[in-house]
């Protein structure tokens, strides 16, 4: 069975920084589009930046220029370098495959708390 495990979230003061990383196990990582996900009480899970196997990345407007998506194929493991924070960009965050109908089961997530 397919695992993900995302870690690198905590508490930051607005315009800090962050990585978060996913490592996923059990799965041919290398050849998915991956993508991370925010998600806040009560919503569905938003996706803000995702990168195809390939290499192409794309990210949602409003964390453009401030988020960078990654990828080690050798380590299946997915990484996003946050910065210049916002508290809108705070929630917990998850990696999961696209498209939506071949996600994997959702891993427990990362917080990701921006506050002053």
């Known amino acids: 069975q397919v695992q993900l495990a995302e870690s690198g979230g905590g508490l930051v003061q607005p315009g800090g920084s962050l990585t978060l990383s996913c490592v996923v196990v059990?799965?041919?990582?290398?050849?998915?589009?991956m993508g991370w996900y925010s998600q806040t009480p009560g919503k569905e899970h938003d996706l803000v930046a995702w990168?195809?196997?390939?290499?192409?990345?794309n990210y949602d407007d409003n964390v453009k220029g401030r988020f960078t998506i990654s990828r080690d194929n050798s380590k299946n493991t997915l990484y996003l370098r946050m910065v210049n924070l916002k508290p809108e960009d705070s929630g917990v965050y998850y990696c999961?495959?696209?498209?939506?109908?071949?996600?994997?089961?959702w891993g427990q997530g990362t917080q990701v708390t921006v506050s002053s």
């Open positions: 999961n495959k696209l498209p939506r109908e071949r996600r994997f089961p």
């Open positions: 990168m195809t196997a390939g290499g192409i990345t």
């Open positions: 059990g799965s041919p990582f290398r050849e998915h589009t």
